[in-house]
């Protein structure tokens, strides 16, 4: 790697003046296991880093009053994986984040790294957007709140200002009779990138047999992670069946762009979000069902 | 401009001026002389230079060494207590769970760490538990059942010389 200026200031509001001043020669640093591949890998130059940390407020997991839980950016993917507020709230965050890399990975990569390296097959982005949480995001002009699924504007893409961070998620509570599931799809189980991943979030009815409400969104088969409106449009006061699901994964298959590469066909990767939308709902009805 | 490093590597507490682009692998290896940690990929996919950093196992070539400031590190070096290896360590040698070796010393830190964490999996989280460790030789057999043998209990911890090895031997008499 080449030489860069280092720091690791212990306030958020110098993090961001920092990042701020340097502008496009600077980078925040959370658990570096894509900034550091990027520079020693690509060449990419960076001048000055700025390490996050120390910044105690990007820390820790907890539940607010309003039943919302509350995730730091800087938390792990371990931390969020095995974090019981995670999966007692919305157990789809803490399944995507046991799918970030290996061990090792999950000890450095963060959640908030997951969400600003923006990689359109992101794992633990894709259930935070369909959970509808919002990001807690601090800049030199205060503190604003921005649903996560807007953040992402295209592949490496974020709607931030310059100098301004993703400080933590903040999931509300999930309805009464609600069940989550995130699944992808990836020719090896682990150490892989997701050809196709889905998140899924049910809620049924009181008879538990119909959809009041679902939310799918889809991973690494568009640029950023949309919902698959037309697949949630087709769910909502359905019967909870498998015609119901046959009709959902049509309709995301329908609602996603993918490309093609070297890891599937843009043809093969729709077939997979129609499978893997069906499967995915199916589980989150299992689990909605289970926790009524 | 460099920064000052404070840490515990092996449970002795070092001081050290770094520059901020070497890694935590480049400062053990080459600033203290620990080569247990191999450079394999160099970039989170192979797992040969995990090495402990407050007990959590994580890759040394994607950690600058001062973002190591005030951490506990552990090297496979480290692994070793009152002149014995750990079990795992012991497991490795007497399976001859090694070929080339590069991918051992990741290997026996992730072992060491995930069994500590779940000491009795099934083959299956077993086998999940490393899969953040590849060994190009693809000697993965023995290395399962060396790590079946610790966890099953039926492994002696090997004596090791407390004196430091030679690595260069002495010429012969003329």
Not at chain 1, 104 to 123: E, K, M, W, Y
Request: include cysteine.
């Amino acid at each position: 790697m080449t030489r860069f200026d280092y720091a690791a200031p212990t306030e958020t509001h110098e993090a961001c003046a920092l990042l701020a001043d340097r502008g496009d020669e600077a980078r925040a640093l959370a658990g570096g296991t894509d900034l550091i591949v990027q520079m020693r890998e690509r060449g990419r130059r960076v001048p000055l880093i700025v390490s996050l940390r120390n910044l105690a407020d990007m820390n820790g997991i907890s539940r607010n009053g309003d039943g919302a839980l509350t995730i730091g950016a800087m938390a792990t993917g371990n931390e969020v994986h095995h974090s019981p507020l995670v999966q007692d709230h919305a157990f789809f965050i803490s399944e995507g984040a046991e799918l970030l890399g290996s061990i090792q990975i999950r000890n450095r990569g963060t959640l908030g790294g997951n969400v600003g390296n923006a990689a359109p097959s992101a794992d633990a982005a894709p259930p935070l957007v369909a959970a509808h949480a919002t990001a807690a995001i601090v800049g030199a002009k205060g503190t604003r709140a921005a649903p996560v699924g807007d953040l992402m504007t295209g592949p490496g893409q974020l709607a931030l200002e310059p100098g301004e961070l993703i400080q933590s998620f903040t999931v509300p509570a999930l309805p009464a009779r609600s069940g989550t599931r995130y699944v992808r799809h990836v020719p090896r189980r682990e150490m892989d990138i997701a050809v196709v991943g889905i998140a899924a979030l049910v809620t049924l009815e009181d008879d538990l047999e119909t959809i009041a409400d679902a939310s799918v969104v889809l991973s690494a088969v568009a640029p950023t992670w949309p919902h698959a409106t037309t697949a949630e449009q087709a769910l909502r006061g359905q019967p909870a069946n498998d015609r119901t699901l046959a009709n959902a994964g049509e309709a995301a298959a329908a609602d996603s762009r993918p490309i093609s590469d070297v890891r599937a066909s843009a043809e093969y990767r729709r077939m997979m979000v129609d499978v893997y939308t069906r499967r995915a709902l199916a589980t989150a009805i299992e689990r909605a069902r289970a926790a009524s | 401009m460099d920064y000052p490093l404070q840490l515990t590597v092996n449970g002795v507490a070092v001081k050290r001026i770094v520059e901020p682009q070497v890694r935590l692998l480049d400062f053990l290896r080459e600033d203290l002389g620990l080569t247990g940690a191999k450079e394999g990929c160099g970039t989170g996919d192979c797992g040969a230079c995990t090495v402990l950093v407050d007990g959590d196992p994580h890759h040394s070539c994607l950690t600058l060494a001062v973002e190591a400031e005030g951490a506990a590190v552990t090297t496979v070096e480290g692994l070793v207590s009152d002149d014995k290896l750990n079990a795992v360590q012991s497991a490795f040698v007497s399976a001859g769970a090694t070929q080339c070796g590069i991918c051992t010393p990741g290997f026996v830190v992730m072992a060491t760490a995930y069994l500590r964490d779940n000491p009795n999996p099934t083959d299956d989280e077993l086998r999940m538990g490393v899969a953040g460790n590849l060994c190009r030789c693809t000697g993965y057999e023995t290395i399962v059942s060396a790590l079946h043998s610790v966890i099953d209990g039926k492994v002696e911890r090997i004596e090791v010389s407390p004196e430091p090895q030679e690595l260069v031997p002495e010429p012969e008499g003329e």
